[in-house]
């Protein structure tokens, strides 16, 4: 692994949990650089934070590939090149192939927007809301192939308040995905260096 680790991150849209994992590392909080961010959607608004901040970002348009795994193979191939050490899914809204996980064992987290393994997949804002739980927050995994169902490394609990909206808690999850998501990266990069040694 390179001296400082280098990550690639995945994201499809917003990119707010790019530009926290940018401000920690600007900070001096998480030791790590960010190599590259693969997005899919050519007018995701991430692509506008990679541009602010100079970082390089790479647009794979999956409506461009014939299958799930072609489209991970030439993810694998790109953060290959840009000799990532962890793969960081920041908002990816792809389902992830066995072709992806090979080339990245053990190397590619999650962060989810409800504590796993409740509400898992699409709209789990939406479904926590709905169900009525009083409690719901974020969770950082790994990834495997089974969809939000990897090992769980940090969550946060977050309230539903009385009218909330799933655009306030939404926001207020994000919140606490900021703080989790950058520290989790850094005592993980940590415990694979470790086991490197
Ligand atoms: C986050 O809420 C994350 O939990 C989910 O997708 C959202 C991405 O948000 N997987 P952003 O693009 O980082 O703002």
Sequence with gaps: MYSVP???????????????????????????????????????????????RGIPHVLLNHREFASRELLDDRLAHTLEQYQVDLVVMAGWMRIVT?????RFPHRILNIHPSLLPSFPGHR?????????????????????????????????PVPVLPGDTVETLHQRIQQAEHKIYPKTIGAYLQRLRQLNE
């Design 6 to 52: 280098q990550l690639g991150i995945l994201a499809s849209g917003k990119g707010s949990n790019l530009v926290a994992i940018a401000d920690a590392i600007a900070a001096g909080e998480l030791n790590a650089q960010i190599a590259v961010v693969i997005y899919n959607n050519p007018d995701a608004p991430v692509r506008e934070r990679c541009q602010e």
């Design 98 to 102: 066995q072709v992806l996980i090979d």
């Design 124 to 156: 789990a804002v939406q479904q926590a809301l709905e169900y009525g739980v009083k409690i719901t927050g974020c969770t950082v995994h790994i990834v495997t192939l089974e969809v939000d169902r990897g090992p769980i490394l940090a969550q946060v």
